[in-house]
Nanobody, 119 residues
Framework: EVQLVESGGGSVQPGGSLRLSCVASGFTVGNHWMSWARQTPGKGLEWVSSTIPGGDYKDYGDSVKGRFTVSRDDAKNTIYLQMNGLNNEDTGVYYC????????????RGQGTQVTVSS
């Protein structure tokens, strides 16, 4: 059974940073594209970032490019999302997704972790 468990969310002031983690089970992260997506107030589910197996290629949505960094530790079956320069528009629930930039919408995802950016 595929399971994805996110952690690391919380409340932070604008300009702050958070690091999200996602531990996977039931499959080998190293063999799959993995992504992060988020549900923000007033918007639908939005793609944030994807990383290819091996991690050499990474892609980001325009709204987070230059501020967020996706990484993976295949030995730990875990992916991460380092978020810097957070702003109010980044507030939402962040999901780890099994899938890439063209398949994430139908991929298995975790329960999500809440990120709140507020002064």
């Amino acid at each position: 059974e595929v399971q994805l468990v996110e952690s690391g969310g919380g409340s932070v002031q604008p300009g702050g940073s958070l690091r999200l983690s996602c531990v996977a089970s039931g499959f080998t992260v190293g063999n799959h594209w993995m992504s992060w997506a988020r549900q923000t107030p007033g918007k639908g589910l939005e793609w944030v970032s994807s990383t290819i197996p091996g991690g050499d290629y990474k892609d980001y949505g325009d709204s987070v490019k230059g501020r967020f960094t996706v990484s993976r530790d295949d030995a730990k079956n875990t992916i991460y999302l380092q978020m810097n320069g957070l702003n109010n528009e980044d507030t939402g629930v962040y999901y780890c997704v099994k899938g890439g930039p063209t398949t994430w919408q139908n991929g298995a995802r975790g329960q999500g972790t809440q990120v709140t950016v507020s002064s």
